[in-house]
């Protein structure tokens, strides 16, 4: 019997949190079909203008495709670095290799608004107009660390046997590494990338601190909320929440589609 009431409260439990975190997804993905007016917080009814006329407001469209653009920078050029630095950690003993590492993990554990506040004011003092290039590389700073943990953690697990075998069958450096190593760190590699993109993308403190006028997504929809949120911003959300699914339901099939094919190997 307790086992029972066991069941049902972890049951009741685990559909209240997947309620309260599926509901403002929900609310999203619906208020992007609402017939709204100045704002989108009334149900005044179904429509597809918003999705069919998704760049009416051309600032909305400004903000998302600056969102896109510097998450994918900030993402390649940490993906970059933060790859290497990573090798370099697990496979190299060097000096100040404990500090780098701390060092690293500090944008980690320093609150996003000292480092906004930080990198506004070097900014500041050194002249540098803010704009979408600052932008980036702020996103690209605290990218690093993030990448770094998760390419670590996959480089230390791998085998050295494999690119000693590698180097044994007269195999260059570079050869080595793109058809060895890199296929095996590819799976840490995707998921840095897919993390760094969600940081950056998402990110709104940092930005506003360092952006000055240029505009992301995340700053539109903030400055926006004064005076009532268009409903395009909801069209974008949902699209982001869409393509977010269809990318791990594909990576996922990719995965199940590779470890058959070892399998049957």
Not at 20 to 31: A, D, R, S
Not at 154 to 166: I, M, Q, V, W, Y
Not at 188 to 195: D, H, P, R, S, W
Not at 231 to 240: D, E, K, R, T
Request: proline share 3%.
């Amino acid at each position: 019997m307790t086992g029972r009431f066991r069941g049902w409260g972890v049951a009741v439990y685990s559909i209240v949190v997947f309620a309260i975190l599926l509901v403002p997804i929900g609310y999203t993905v619906l208020f992007s079909f609402n017939d709204s007016r100045r704002t989108n917080i009334i149900w005044r009814g179904f429509t597809l203008d918003n999705w069919t006329g998704i760049c009416d407001d051309a600032r909305v469209c400004g903000a998302f495709g600056a969102s896109i653009g510097v998450g994918s920078a900030a993402t390649l050029v940490a993906c970059a670095l933060g790859t290497a630095i990573a090798i370099a950690l697990v496979r190299f003993r060097f000096r100040f290799r404990n500090a780098l590492t701390i060092l690293l993990f500090l944008p980690m554990a320093t609150p996003e608004i000292v480092l906004g506040a930080g990198l506004s004011s070097q900014l500041v003092n050194l002249g540098i107009e803010k704009n979408l290039v600052t932008v980036t590389i702020a996103h690209v700073m605290f990218c690093i660390s993030f990448v770094v943990v998760t390419v670590r953690a996959r480089a230390a697990s791998l085998d050295p046997a494999l690119e000693e075998a590698g180097r044994d069958l007269y195999g260059s450096p570079a050869q080595v590494f793109w058809r060895v190593t890199f296929p095996l760190l590819l799976p840490g590699i995707v998921a840095a990338a897919l993390l760094s993109f969600a940081l950056s993308f998402d990110d709104f403190i940092i930005t506003n601190f360092v952006s000055g006028s240029a505009e992301t997504l995340p700053k539109y929809i903030y400055i926006a909320a004064a005076r009532g949120i268009p409903a395009q911003a909801n069209v974008f959300a949902s699209l982001i929440f869409f393509l977010a699914i269809a990318a791990v339901i594909t990576i996922s099939l990719i995965g199940a589609a590779r470890r058959k094919r070892l399998l049957r190997g």
